[in-house]
Structures are given as C-alpha cells and as structure tokens.
C-alpha cells in the first residue's frame, strides 16, 4: 500500500502546470467508441482513471495505442458491444458512458453497474429517461444495465428532472447518429459538457446548444475519427489555488481556462486570496489572514461540488464561522471527520458543514476517503506544521497527474511512501 507523509508549513512558491480535465478526458475517450474509426486524443492526464478506461476499451477489442505520454490512438472498428469488463467498469463512474456510447453506435448496451467514489445512491434514472425516450427498452438487473432499441434511435425531447453533467453526457453520445433531432433540455452547462460536444462534432456530429439550458442534437449516419486536445482541468487548478491561499504561498498556475475558474476565483478573493488573471494562467497568492466565508456548491456556473472538500480545508484556516452547503451530490463531508483528526472543529448539519475556523491544526494520520476529499487533506496537510500521514491516496491518484512532483516543485515537504501493514518498504 502507498501513503503520502507530509511535512507541512511551508509556503507553495513557483508554477504549476495543469493536465488535461479528467472529467473531459473520459467521456470523449468512451465516445471514441461512436466512430468506428481512428481517433487521437490529446493532453491526456496521466491518472488512473484514464487507465482505467483505455484498459476497457483495450478489453472491448480497441486497438488503443499510445503515441506520447499524453496522447493516444484509439482505433474502435474490433470493438464487441457488450463486452466491457465488469470488475474493471464498476470501479468508476465515469463507465456510465459505455451505456450512451454503446447505444448509440449499435442501439443496445449491457454494462455493469457504474461505481466511483461513495456519495451515497448516485442514481441513473435520468441517463435511463433519456434512453428511453429514444425507443431502448431499458432493464437494471443483477448488477447490470441492459438496453436496446430493435427498430434503432429515434429523434426525441427530453427534459432532465435535475442537471445531471453524467445524464446530459449520455443523451447527447445516444442520440448522435439516432434518427431524427434530440432536443435536452435542462442540460447540464458544465465545460466538460462543452469539450464532449465540440469532440464529437469534430467527428462530425450536429450538436448545437451545448453550454446552454438546451441542446440540440441533429442524428447523422456516421461518425468518423479525428484529432482532439482536451480542455485543462479546472479542478485541478482550483485544487492547487486552494493549495496556495492555505500556504500562505505564491503559485503561477498555468494551463487554465480563467474563465473556467470564475466562481473559484470570486469565492478565494472573498477569503482574501490575491488573485491575477492572465491568458492561460493566474497568478495566486496570499499576504493576510484567511477571511470566514459562506459557500454553496451548484451546476456550472456555480461553485462546483468538485471543489467542496478542498474549500473545506481552507475554511479550517479561517479565522470565524464559515458555512458549506453542498447541493449537488447527496453525501460528500464524510472527509470532516479526517479533518477533525487533526483538531478541525467542523460539524455537519443535514447537507451544511459548518466550520468553526482559526483554531491550529496539527498534523496526523488520515484518511483520503474518495477523490476530491483526498486533496483537501492534501491541502490541510501543506498548511500546518507537523507530519501528516495521508493514506488510502489511490483515490487521489484517481483525478491528479503527479501530485508529489507537482508539489515537490514548488517547495512541498512530501514523500510518496510504500508499506506493508507494518513496515515502510519503499519511497517513491
Ligand atoms: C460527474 O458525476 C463527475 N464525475 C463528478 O466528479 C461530479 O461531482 C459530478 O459530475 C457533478 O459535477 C465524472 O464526470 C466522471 P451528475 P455524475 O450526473 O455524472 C443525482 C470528481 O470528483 N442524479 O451531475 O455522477 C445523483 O445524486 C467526480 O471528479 C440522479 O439522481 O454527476 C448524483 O450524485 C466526483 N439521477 C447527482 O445527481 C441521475 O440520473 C449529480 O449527478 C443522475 C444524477
């Protein structure tokens, strides 16, 4: 097993570059299965998500080959509907495409259950609604998600009951060669909803709208390879401004989208981080003390949920009572009880983490608990003095490309470490 040992205090000082969006890079990976053809696929982060889905596609019959250390050729024309691995797809949520995709290149899918960090349910009954709505007869049994629509897909309206970026993903990979037009409404408006968009018209699909409350979605014959770069990551980014503001540091970020970054931005300044923007970059730092904060996650623009836990760590620093009120995904503050490990005083009331701010933190042994609360230890873990021990990091290593090597560079005291259940065996 692995750990992360941290040492921290130190202020963050020099630049980081930010890798491509995970949750960009996933549904256009999956997506290349539409094409029947020869896709590229640039500015890949090097995550285990993205492993984890090429691997899928490698066992579904893609010739998938890499060309660099981030870019890679997927030839989908072997691929064999149906035949994603179980035990692999059930290890992220990301493996919900495979259901639109499949759908929409053969009209029928079977693929087991998705999985991904524990948030509670985590329904699919809107991406279900939307196959339905094109003519697939949709069953949930045994663990797997089974479809078809014998007379193919048909044009179709359908409005999601709650923005779902997972929903809105899968109608519009379902509905792209369906016969007729699609019309989603109440879409979901997130960047990564865009970049999907903009791949597969690049394949030459007719999808207009995306980024908006509606999409519409103009079926085509046939979808043919090409080459994509995909957006940067704005949670990565966002990660490491919280990194900088709980360092008291000075990071040049580069390879953003600023205004991808808005509403982190506005709520950092609000907390008296120092903030310059630039073309594909900003600059971030913090002088005075951290100001108290309310902050309420919501659909894109809003703040985004993916960014939560990393807010809550910074919200432990902050002099005063700061309220976080998560409305998007059901369960995310399992991460307040590693915090409280080392002296956070928060407490969560129905879907508000309240935190009482100031008081120092020490360093101690923690859990990553999923993905996105995995980086606010990280980010807690770099502000206070002491050793902390963060373990259960594949969850990290999940969504962020080099984590240690991206903080090493800019003056982090971290160490990835391997051990048995007793002893340290290694570092990385
Ligand atoms: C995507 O999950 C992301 N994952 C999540 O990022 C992110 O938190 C989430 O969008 C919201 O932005 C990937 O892109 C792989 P949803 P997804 O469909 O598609 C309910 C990370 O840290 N819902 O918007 O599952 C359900 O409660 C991960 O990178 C239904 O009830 O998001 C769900 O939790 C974590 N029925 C919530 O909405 C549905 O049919 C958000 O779902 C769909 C969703």
Redesign the pocket.
């Known amino acids: 097993m692995e750990k992360l040992i941290i040492n921290g205090g130190t202020p963050l000082r020099g630049k980081v570059q930010i890798s491509g969006m995970?949750?960009a890079a996933?549904?256009i990976l999956v997506a290349s299965l539409l094409t029947d053809d020869v896709c590229v696929i640039e500015n890949l982060p090097s995550i285990s998500d993205v492993s984890l889905t090429l691997s899928i596609l490698e066992k579904m019959g893609c010739r998938v080959r890499m060309l660099t250390r981030d870019r890679v050729e997927i030839d989908s024309r072997p691929a064999v509907c149906g035949s994603s691995p179980v035990e692999l797809v059930s290890k992220?949520?990301?493996s919900?495409y495979l259901l639109g995709a499949e759908l929409g290149r053969w009209s029928k899918t079977k693929v087991g259950y998705p999985g991904?960090?524990d948030?509670?349910?985590?329904?699919?009954?809107?991406?279900i609604k939307a196959f339905e709505a094109l003519g697939a007869e949709v069953t949930v049994d045994k663990g797997c998600v089974t479809a078809a629509a014998p007379r193919g897909l048909h044009g179709t309206s359908v409005y999601f009951d709650?923005?779902?970026?997972?929903?809105t993903v899968n109608a519009m990979l379902a509905s792209v060669m369906a016969k007729g037009t699609t019309v989603i409404e109440n879409a979901?408006h997130?960047p990564?909803i865009v970049d999907t968009a903009n791949f597969l018209n690049t394949c030459g699909a007719r999808i207009t709208g995306a980024g908006t409350d509606t999409i519409k979605v103009r079926g085509v014959e046939k979808l043919h390879g090409c080459t994509y770069a995909i957006i940067p990551d704005m949670?990565e980014a966002g990660t490491y401004m919280c990194a900088a503001a709980a360092t008291s540091g000075a990071l040049v970020i580069s390879n953003v989208i600023p205004k991808h970054l808005e509403s982190i931005s506005a709520k950092l300044e609000e907390m008296g981080v120092l903030i310059e923007e630039y073309d594909d970059s900003v600059y971030v730092t913090r002088s005075g003390p951290l100001e108290r904060v309310n902050l309420k996650t919501l659909?894109y623009p809003g703040f985004?949920?993916?960014m939560q836990p990393q807010m809550g760590a910074l919200m432990c620093l902050a002099e005063g009572t700061s309220y976080l009120n998560e409305t998007?995904?059901?369960n995310r503050f399992k991460y307040t009880n590693e915090l409280q490990k080392m002296g956070a005083s928060v407490r969560v009331v129905g879907h508000t983490a309240i935190f009482d701010g100031g008081a120092p933190l020490s360093g101690a042994k923690v859990r990553a608990v999923d993905?996105?609360a995995g980086a606010a230890m990280v980010i807690a873990a770099l502000a206070v003095r002491g050793i902390t021990e963060i373990s259960e990091i594949d969850h990290i290593e999940r969504?962020y490309e080099d984590l240690v090597g991206k903080l090493r560079a800019v003056g982090a005291d971290i160490r990835l470490v391997v051990y048995n259940d007793t002893a340290m065996l290694d570092e990385a």
């Open positions: 995970k949750n996933l549904p992220m949520r990301g919900t991904g960090c948030f509670g349910v985590r329904s699919i009954d809107q991406h709650l923005v779902t970026v997972g929903g979901a997130e990564h949670i659909p985004p949920t993916d998007v995904i059901e993905l996105r969504g």
